[in-house]
């Protein structure tokens, strides 16, 4: 598995975890999540709920994020689309 943060500033961070738990999740978010940010946008994984304080912790609908322009995650998912395709070559 791969654990995605891309940073507003541009950055993208990519780290191989052995599961998609908080165990192997919140020391990776603990050194790369800022204190002082206002929003951490994720999925809908509820792996977040624990990790994230909530009034940080909004998850993209991208639905919302198309036509209110909310925060979002596709920065990650666009990254974790060009990754496969040069794995797969197409």
Known sequence: MVLGIAERSGRLHLKTIKSASTMNV???LDSRL????TKV???????????????????????????TGHLSNQTVE???SLFKRGIIGY
């Open 78 to 80: 666009n990254a974790f």
């Open 34 to 37: 800022c204190p002082q940010n």
């Open 41 to 67: 946008v994720t999925d809908g994984s509820l792996l977040y709920r624990g990790l994230i304080p909530k009034e940080q912790h909004q998850v993209g609908v991208h639905m919302q994020e198309k036509f």
């Open 26 to 28: 919140k020391p990776i």
